[in-house]
């Protein structure tokens, strides 16, 4: 079990930052940083392995976590019918 506080993201809607609590967003890549803009956060939780998340499993999150430091969700990517160069493929 870890404590993990969630960020959202000022300029990307529907993007949000996992992080262990207590650690030091100064630390996270630049690039990360500038894109995801200011974080606010919205959230503190206790996450688990066995936890499910509205898309992803705890065990996903808290292996980013442990990997990099962070867990980036990202909004989900929709298929334009009237576009079908769009990515990814429907």
């Known amino acids: ?7 959202k993201s000022s300029r990307k809607p529907g993007a949000y930052l996992y ?9 996270l890549p630049g690039v990360l940083r500038e894109v995801f803009g200011a974080p606010e956060r919205v ?9 499910q998340l509205a898309r992803y499993t705890g065990a996903e999150v808290l292996a980013a976590i442990d990997s ?3 867990f980036l969700q990202l909004p989900p ?14």
């Open 19 to 27: 992080v262990e609590r207590g650690s030091d967003l100064a630390e």
């Open 43 to 51: 959230l503190s939780l206790s996450l688990t392995n066995n936890r």
């Open 77 to 90: 990517q929709h298929c334009d019918s009237a576009r079908p160069e769009a990515e990814p493929p429907c």
């Open 68 to 70: 990099q430091g962070f």
């Open 1 to 7: 079990m870890k404590l993990v506080e969630v960020y």
